[in-house]
């Protein structure tokens, strides 16, 4: 509404409008990943308008959309620095919702906010997680994550501090009126630590590299609720840790013969064998014992031409 004049008709609205529309977006101070973003919600609705035969084209066509990874934003949250902010939060409450992002990897703040005391299955350690984000996909709406060690005696203090009957397991800023991500950097400058880029994305992308180090992928994804791809896109980083275990010894290279599957190694060393001898000059001595046997058939030359001929070891 602020680029496009309002009650200019949608059909009004050309391939070179979108084009302009995209360009001035940089011109606010905007990241290239938010413009991508902003325009990646304005083409679904003019590829609704097709369907309704309000227009016949989408404008939007062939704009880049696609949210890209930016490695330069990736930040590892140690658990040193978890500490220091949970240390720092004013109440329960808020070393939950860090917990939550931290620990469980959770979205925030849909996530979040979604919680419900009944989703909590204190029994089976672990909990039902809503996901607004991701419901409008076949068996997407919600997902099963353990309560990790790590986020269970946060989660216990704020249930033993809800009051009778609450029924959400956080209870602010459900008007919209708090603004989580300011607040948390308040937090994170009062545990004397700088800010991190993405606050919240990068406490989830923490845990994820974090489980992914001892659960198979496939399984980190269901408790985070992403795929192998994003996952592999947007979450995995390279830790301090990782740096100091690679310069603790050496890594010795694999032997290509320990390499191959036994039943190979015969194979293998018959190739080998014949390969060094192609490239040697042929020993006389070795030379008559051939022509010995071999005389009656082929003649002196005989030994210039291979017993076996020249198919290959195997059948296939």
């Known amino acids: 509404m602020d680029h496009f004049w309002e009650g200019k008709p949608l059909a009004a609205i050309i391939a070179g409008d979108a084009d302009a529309f995209r360009l001035a977006l940089p011109g606010r101070g905007l990241a290239d990943n938010t413009v991508r973003g902003i325009c990646g919600r304005v083409w679904p609705y003019f590829r609704a308008a097709i369907r309704r035969e309000l227009v016949q084209h989408n404008p939007f ?23 220091k902010v949970l240390a720092a939060c004013p109440d329960a409450e808020w070393r939950l919702i860090f917990a939550l992002s931290r620990y469980a990897g959770l979205r925030c703040p849909s996530e979040h906010l979604a919680l419900k005391w009944v ?16 419901e409008h996909y076949e068996g997407k709406a919600s ?3 353990p309560i990790f060690p790590e986020l269970l005696p946060h989660l216990r203090e704020a249930f033993e501090a809800a009051e009778p009957g609450t029924e959400y397991v956080i209870t602010r800023c459900r ?3 708090v ?45 985070i609720g992403n795929s192998p791809t994003i996952a592999a896109k947007h979450y995995p980083q390279a ?25 190979q190694q015969p194979h293998a060393a018959g190739r080998t064998a014949s390969h060094e001898e ?15 046997t071999a005389a009656g058939r082929d003649g002196p030359n005989a030994c210039l031409i291979p017993p076996r001929g ?5 059948s296939g």
Not at 198 to 204: A, M
Not at 278 to 292: E, F, H, L, T, V
């Open 61 to 83: 066509e062939g704009i880049q959309c696609t949210v890209g990874a930016n490695p330069d934003r990736l930040y590892f949250v140690s658990q040193e620095e978890a500490q």
């Open 119 to 134: 989703d909590v299955n204190w029994e089976h350690n672990r909990m039902t997680v809503r996901s607004p984000k991701t």
């Open 143 to 145: 997902r099963l994550v």
């Open 175 to 177: 008007d919209g009126s």
């Open 179 to 223: 603004n989580l991500r300011t607040q948390l950097q308040r937090i994170i400058r009062r545990a004397g630590l700088q800010p991190w880029p993405k606050l919240f994305h990068n406490l989830r992308a923490t845990r994820e590299t974090e489980l992914a180090e001892s659960f198979p992928l496939h399984v980190v994804c269901v408790w």
């Open 239 to 263: 830790t301090n840790e990782h740096f100091a275990a690679a310069l603790v010894e050496p890594q010795q290279p694999v032997k290509a013969e320990a390499a191959q599957n036994p039943a």
């Open 278 to 292: 192609a490239g040697k000059p042929k020993n006389p001595a070795i030379c008559g014992a051939s022509q010995s």
């Open 310 to 314: 020249v198919e290959p070891l195997s």
